[in-house]
C-alpha cells in the first residue's frame, strides 16, 4: 500500500469552506508571495535609481538635483552623441582599456590555470601566491603602482636604469597613462580569471585526454581540439564577467590620474567622464545621459556574450 507523506498530503488537499478567501489566495500564489521581498529589494536599490537617472537625463537639472530644472527631451543625448572632444574619445578609451585587458587577463588565466590543473609539489603555496593581488583594494593597488611607476623615485625606472634603458614616464606620459593602468588592472584581475578557468578545468573529464592522448594527439592538439571546446562556456562566462567589471573601472584609474583621468584626459574613460560632469562641474543632466548610453551599451555587450554562451552550450 502506498505511503502519502504529509507534505504531498498538505498540497493535495483542498482548501476546507471555512478557510478565509485571503488564505485561499495566498496559497494559490505563495510563490509570488515568497519573492516579493526580494523584488521590493531589487526595486527600491535598482529600478528606482536607473530611473532617476533616466528622468534626469531628460532635464537641464545643473547646480543642484534640488534646484528646479526644466524638460528638454533629448536634447542632452544629441548634444553627448555629438561630443568629439571628450564623449567619443571616452568611448575609444574604455573600448581600448577594456578589450586590452581583458585580452590579455583571458590569455594569461588560461596559461596559468592550465600550469596549476596538474598537481605538481607546492602548489598550494603558488596559488595562494597568485591570489595575493587580489586580496588588496584597487584603490590601495592603484596608490602602489603609482609609486612604483613615478619618474622620479620609482623603482620601475630604477629598475630599467639597471639594464641601460633610460626613465619612462608611465602615468605622467600622455601615450604611456592609459597602456600603464592596463597593466595594473591585468596585474591585479589576471588572479580572478584564473579562479573561474581552474574551476571549469578541474570539473572536465579525464576520459576524453585520455582518448586523444592515445590516438596520438600532441599537447597542442589536445588543447585545441579536447579542452578548450569543452572549456568554452566557462571561459565566456569569465569573459563576461570580467568584461563588464572592466568596462566599469573606475578605482585605479582615478587613483593613478585623479579627476578627468590626467591633465589631458589620458585615461579619461565613461565612468570617469561621468563622474567629473557630476561631482567636478554639477551637470547632473549631461550626466545622467552619459551613464544611461553606458549603461545601455553595458546590457548591450551582456547580451552579446549570454548569446555566444548558449551557443558554446549547444
Known amino acids: ?32 508571495l515568497f519573492a516579493a521581498p526580494a523584488m521590493a529589494f531589487v526595486a527600491v536599490l535598482i529600478v528606482f535609481p ?70 605538481f609539489r607546492g602548489q598550494k603555496w603558488v596559488r595562494v601566491a597568485i591570489l595575493m593581488p587580489l586580496v588588496a583594494t584597487p584603490v590601495a593597488v592603484g596608490m602602489m ?32 597613462a592609459l597602456p600603464t593602468t592596463i597593466f595594473i588592472d591585468i596585474w591585479q584581475w589576471t588572479p580572478m580569471v584564473v579562479l573561474i578557468l581552474l574551476a571549469g578545468l578541474t570539473s572536465l573529464s579525464d576520459e576524453p585526454q585520455e582518448a586523444a ?20 562556456p566557462t571561459v565566456i562566462v569569465a569573459i563576461l564577467l570580467r568584461g563588464i567589471d572592466a568596462l566599469k573601472t573606475f578605482d585605479i584609474l582615478y587613483a593613478t590620474k585623479g579627476r578627468g583621468g590626467g591633465s589631458f584626459h589620458e585615461v579619461e574613460t565613461l565612468n570617469v567622464y561621468a563622474y567629473g560632469l557630476s561631482f567636478d562641474y554639477n551637470e547632473y543632466g549631461v550626466s545622467s545621459t552619459v551613464l544611461i548610453i553606458f549603461f545601455l551599451i553595458i546590457i548591450g555587450s551582456m547580451w552579446a556574450l549570454t548569446a555566444r554562451r548558449k551557443e558554446a552550450q549547444r
Do not use: C
Not at 67 to 87: C, I, K, M, P, W
Not at 152 to 160: C, E, V
Open 145 to 176: 603602482w603609482r609609486l612604483i611607476f613615478d619618474p622620479n623615485i620609482g623603482m620601475a625606472n630604477q629598475m630599467l636604469g639597471w639594464v641601460g634603458i633610460g626613465p619612462q614616464p608611465w602615468l605622467a606620459g600622455q601615450h604611456t
Open 1 to 32: 500500500m502506498a505511503t502519502v507523506t504529509s507534505t504531498e498530503a498538505s498540497r493535495s488537499a483542498p482548501a476546507t469552506p471555512d478557510t478565509p478567501a485571503w488564505a485561499r489566495w495566498a496559497n494559490d500564489h505563495r510563490k509570488w
Open 50 to 119: 536607473l530611473a532617476w537617472t533616466g528622468y534626469l537625463s531628460l532635464t537641464d537639472a545643473e547646480g543642484s538635483v534640488r534646484a528646479e530644472s526644466e524638460f528638454v527631451g533629448f536634447q542632452n543625448y544629441l548634444d553627448v552623441l555629438s561630443d568629439t572632444d571628450r564623449f567619443w574619445p571616452a568611448v575609444g578609451r574604455t573600448a581600448a582599456f577594456t578589450v586590452v585587458a581583458l585580452l590579455f587577463e583571458v590569455v594569461l588565466g588560461m596559461a596559468v590555470a592550465l600550469l596549476l590543473w596538474r598537481p
Open 213 to 232: 592522448r592515445i590516438d596520438g594527439a600532441s599537447t597542442w592538439q589536445r588543447f585545441r581540439h579536447v579542452t578548450l571546446p569543452l572549456l568554452m
